[in-house]
């Protein structure tokens, strides 16, 4: 295939920016980034995708997913999050089925790839979600993902005893033992599209001695560790007083930090932990919607960057964010720093998407084949169409991407060098089948659960 006529972000090591540039692809691998003129000459009789007024970018790397909540998008609006966890999310999750579980990863994974995310790493997949069902959405949708499974052992959050639904508590054999037995089954699958990780619960729900077994496990088999850490102000606090360290001089003492580490959220940080997350190679994924919808705090993202700690984007769920667009979410890292620390050239708007790329490669391992449109790499990657009225003119691509454009503009997409959006609409999945399913499907959870949401103002 040989895509032809675009303006293309390349995100190569020089940042170069293609004008009427052309990409090369043979399989899934690309074999050329250059002007167009010299790639027709050189693949004269290729097949060609003409992409004139398009912007080409890397696929989009969303670090931080929960599949099992895009079905319940919208249950807690709106509240504190003691009350968001315990009323509302675990006790719909604590109802799901097997089937509820595939059905909310394809709705996930519809709208990711709709919106230009082509990879993702899913933080915490509960048993009862069923694995092997969630994996075979991923395989067939065409989308690249690292599937982290849940371990656990205690049925708290923090400080707050029997806080957590039944139907969500797990024992070190359902947990641990059935993310090794998803990692022998899934590990490498769909042409090395899934990898399968270790999702811890934060601190308080995990015993010190079921994390450092975890991680000694995730070292020996080279398996990725990510997880919430330091996300609210209650956490630092319950970490001091249990064990008198912040979280991340708790998490390093148990072996979690490290290059195969993603901590998310990261609000409650000090230059201490800082210090140990560039010391230990720790990689951060900031969810900026999620943190100030939950009023959690600002993740403390230029210290970060300026220290050198490697800092990706995601997007979090539908309860704490309500979208998956991870171009909407590029907006708000890009600005939410500037309004907090009154400097309006923090993070600009190249930064950002390199967190939301390249950053993101480089967090989950993956740099060397996805991130960014360079020869022998992975052929992954969005074609933007900017001819609408909201992002005319276009003066700068990279400005117009991140504060003009929503994930609505994406045009074509492709994962592994095949095609899996195309015009706008899915190739793998049927848009209408998935959501009736999960209509469907969300109303026989809400009423196994119990409950019953209604807008706050009075319906007639």
């Known amino acids: 295939m040989l895509i032809t006529h675009a303006t293309i972000l390349t995100m190569n090591a020089q940042r170069e920016i293609i004008e009427d540039g052309a990409i090369a692809i043979k399989d899934n691998r690309i074999i050329g980034v250059d002007k167009t003129s010299a790639l027709v000459e050189r693949y004269p009789l290729e097949e060609q995708l003409d992409a004139t007024d398009k912007l080409i970018i890397p696929g989009l790397i969303d670090t931080h997913v929960h599949l099992a909540q895009a079905m319940i998008r919208g249950c807690a609006d709106d509240m504190e999050l003691l009350h968001w966890l315990c009323d509302r999310v675990w006790v719909l999750q604590g109802n799901y089925t097997e089937d509820d579980g595939y059905v909310s990863a394809r709705l996930c994974i519809g709208e990711m790839l709709k919106s230009g995310t082509t990879t993702f790493l899913e933080s915490m997949l509960a048993h009862r979600y069923g694995f092997d069902g969630i994996a075979r959405a991923v395989q067939e949708s065409g989308i690249r993902a690292c599937l982290a499974g849940i371990v656990m052992d205690i049925g708290t959050y923090a400080t707050q005893e029997n806080s957590m639904h039944p139907g969500m508590i797990e024992s070190r054999e359902t947990s641990l033992l059935g993310v090794l037995d998803m990692h022998s089954k899934w590990e490498g699958a769909a042409n090395d599209r899934i990898h399968v990780w270790f999702g811890p619960r934060t601190p308080g729900g995990v015993t010190s001695e079921l994390y450092r077994e975890m991680s000694e496990l995730a070292r020996q088999k080279n398996m990725g560790i990510t997880m919430h850490l330091a996300e609210v102000e209650a956490d630092k606090a319950f970490m001091q007083e249990k064990f008198g360290l912040s979280p991340v001089l708790y998490a390093d003492s148990v072996g979690l930090l490290g290059p195969r580490s993603v901590m998310v959220h990261m609000v409650w940080l000090n230059d201490t932990d800082i210090a140990k997350?560039?010391?230990?190679?720790?990689?951060?994924?900031?969810?900026?919607?999620?943190?100030?919808?939950?009023?959690?705090?600002?993740?403390?993202?230029?210290?970060?960057?300026?220290?050198?700690?490697?800092?990706?984007?995601?997007?979090?769920?539908?309860?704490?964010?309500?979208?998956?667009?991870?171009?909407?979410?590029?907006?708000?890292?890009?600005?939410?720093?500037?309004?907090?620390?009154?400097?309006?050239?923090?993070?600009?708007?190249?930064?950002?998407?390199?967190?939301?790329t390249i950053n993101g490669a480089r967090a989950l391992g993956l740099e060397h084949e996805i991130g960014s449109l360079e020869t022998g790499k992975k052929a992954d990657l969005v074609l933007i169409d900017f001819e609408r009225l909201h992002t005319t003119p276009s003066i700068n691509p990279v400005s117009t991407l991140v504060y003009?454009?929503?994930?609505?503009?994406?045009?074509?997409?492709?994962?592994?060098?095949?095609?899996?959006?195309?015009?706008?609409?899915?190739?793998?999945?049927?848009?209408?089948?998935?959501?009736?399913?999960?209509?469907?499907?969300?109303?026989?959870?809400?009423?196994?659960?119990?409950?019953?949401?209604?807008?706050?103002w009075p319906i007639r």
């Open 277 to 356: 997350l560039v010391e230990t190679g720790t990689h951060v994924s900031h969810n900026p919607s999620s943190n100030s919808k939950l009023a959690s705090g600002v993740c403390k993202v230029p210290q970060l960057l300026a220290q050198g700690v490697n800092v990706a984007l995601g997007c979090d769920g539908g309860p704490s964010n309500n979208d998956y667009d991870m171009i909407r979410e590029m907006k708000l890292a890009a600005i939410i720093h500037k309004a907090v620390s009154l400097n309006p050239v923090l993070i600009p708007a190249e930064t950002v998407l390199e967190m939301a």
């Open 404 to 456: 003009a454009a929503t994930g609505g503009e994406v045009d074509t997409v492709l994962v592994d060098g095949q095609i899996v959006v195309q015009q706008g609409e899915l190739v793998t999945m049927k848009e209408d089948e998935i959501i009736a399913q999960a209509n469907k499907h969300a109303q026989q959870v809400y009423r196994r659960a119990g409950i019953h949401i209604k807008p706050k």
